[in-house]
């Protein structure tokens, strides 16, 4: 029956958070969160890959349930190559990004940069013919710089044998400031043949029983952001029942202190920990203290980046 339907909750990939460390750690202390993404692969020159990238996908990297590597292809050669390095690493499962925004991936036909030519789109979505044993996604914007851009891909989407599309209601021209543009992503969501997520600005509990109620017909959300500030968002859509500020304290704690302990064992020196943890910071627990912030990202030695935590959580 449809009001049976599953409604899945996605930790979409963000660049320069979502690492392997922060995944198994906030898989290990917070439940709801359906599946995991990486930060994506790319081809670069001599049509080979970044060694760390590599690493973040290797199934032995990972303690999460569902691991979903993303690949950045501009071209249908690109897009082979990289489905074919997660192949033989045992993957069966791949998110396609045409959604990044940043000037440089667009300028080079990748990310966002795709949205405006239906042929490309096409040309690379029929690679998947070749991987029949993996099952494929489309992370991908509405457009560049029109909204009804996605409207003219349809074809294309729906003719691919995909297994989802996550739409990040926003046009690539916007990155990530302005409003989402939520009657677009209804329109198009009539017209996707695929099970559909929105993603774009879901920080709390409300905002996602929002969507989910406007849009009955989608299959899922995928969160970024709102899961980097609230690390419990997802559990607690998914038991009905927000954190008590003691448990929400006491936890939050735990996965700092663990991160911590985490980078501390891989990155050299205190300046790269450092440097880690403040950009940790610029998203978690938003609704600290502004002066306590500052403190944090202010801090030049590890005594003084504690203090400040500490003041943080005492804070809660």
Known sequence: MEGQRVFELHFAPVQGYTDAIYRNAHAAMFRGVEAYYTPFIR???????????????????????????????????????????????????????????????VRRGKGAGLLPSPEQVEALLNVLEEFEDMRCS???????????????????????????????ARLGTQEYKGEPDVEAFGVFGKECAHPLFYNGDLRTVEDIQGMRERFPFIRGVMV????????????EYESGRALSPEERNSRFRRFHDELFAAYADRLQGDAHLLMKMKTFWEE????????????????????????????????E
């Open 43 to 105: 081809v670069e020159r001599g049509n080979d890959f970044r060694p760390r990238d590599l690493r973040e996908c290797q199934p032995s990297s990972k303690t999460v349930p569902r691991l979903v590597p993303q690949v950045l292809g501009g071209t249908p050669e690109e897009l082979r190559l990289s489905l074919g390095v997660l192949r033989d690493m045992g993957h069966r499962q791949a998110d396609i990004n045409m959604g990044c925004p940043f000037p440089k991936i």
């Open 224 to 235: 970024g952001r709102g899961l980097l500030a609230n690390p419990a968002l997802a559990e």
């Open 284 to 315: 978690f627990m938003p609704w600290t203290d502004r002066k306590i912030l500052k403190r944090v990202h202010k801090a030049t030695k590890l005594t003084q980046y504690k203090e400040a935590v500490n003041a943080a959580f005492a804070e």
């Open 138 to 168: 489309v992370k991908m914007r509405l457009g560049w710089e029109k909204a009804d851009e996605c409207l003219a891909l349809l074809p294309a989407l729906n003719a691919a044998p995909l297994s989802a599309v996550f739409m990040h």
